[in-house]
């Protein structure tokens, strides 16, 4: 059973960092993408950052460039979300979320089927 948990979510002000982790059992993604996505009150879901873990590219959303590093340690099975310069329009859910097998991009959405259950990141101004 796959499991992805996630962790590091709290309460800062702007300008503030937090780093996001992603713990996952049962799924070990040699050449496989995770991503962070989140989602604020009254929203729709967005995915954040994406990592393809066979050769560690990366993706990220225009308006965390520059302040979000998505990374991924395979002995610990675990993938990072660093922030930095938080500000408060990043407040939202953040969920972690995995893509089963091999696809050629990271990006295509609808491909992610394993979830973690979300963590609350509030950025107060």
């Known amino acids: 059973q796959v499991q992805l948990v996630e962790s590091g979510g709290g309460s800062v002000q702007a300008g503030g960092s937090l780093r996001l982790s992603c713990a996952a059992s049962?799924?070990?993604?040699?050449?496989?993408?995770m991503g962070w996505f989140r989602q604020a009150p009254g929203k729709e879901r967005e995915g954040v950052a994406t990592?393809?873990?066979?050769?560690?590219?990366?993706w990220y959303v225009d308006s965390v460039k520059g302040r979000f590093t998505i990374s991924h340690d395979s002995a610990k099975n675990t993938v990072y979300l660093q922030m930095n310069s938080l500000k408060p329009e990043d407040t939202a859910m953040y969920f972690c979320a995995a893509v089963p097998g091999r696809v050629p991009y990271c990006q295509q959405w609808w491909l992610y089927t394993y979830w973690g259950q979300g963590t609350q990141v509030t950025v107060s101004s």
């Open positions: 990592i393809y873990t066979g050769n560690t590219g990366t």
């Open positions: 049962g799924y070990t993604p040699s050449s496989n993408c």
